[in-house]
């Protein structure tokens, strides 16, 4: 995302997902399972996003199929929705 402050207006610009969350996706496939390949892709994907926002030592706290977005043609997603999110305290690192 991008982010601005012009006094007295803030402004964020973010990507726009138009492929639906996670649950909508999953849902959408039943009775059939997400394949092993594409299941991989989307593990990897939220791996690596919790990677960043740790090494940056923010914690998600919501973590959930609603805030994994999916892009335009399905094959990547993102995670979302930042408002339960916290500043990791050093006790915390440490445990």
Do not use: W
């Amino acid at each position: 995302f991008i982010g601005a402050c012009l006094e007295p207006v803030m402004v964020v610009v973010t990507e726009l997902l138009v492929g639906g969350s996670l649950r909508k996706y999953l849902v959408s496939l039943r009775p059939r399972n997400l394949e092993p390949r594409v299941a991989v892709g989307f593990a990897l994907d939220i791996a690596r996003a919790m990677e960043c926002l740790h090494a940056h030592g923010i914690i998600h706290r919501d973590l959930k199929p609603e805030n994994l977005l999916l892009t335009a043609d399905q094959r990547t997603v993102k995670l979302v929705d930042l408002g339960l999110a916290r500043e990791e305290t050093l006790t915390e690192m440490m445990t």
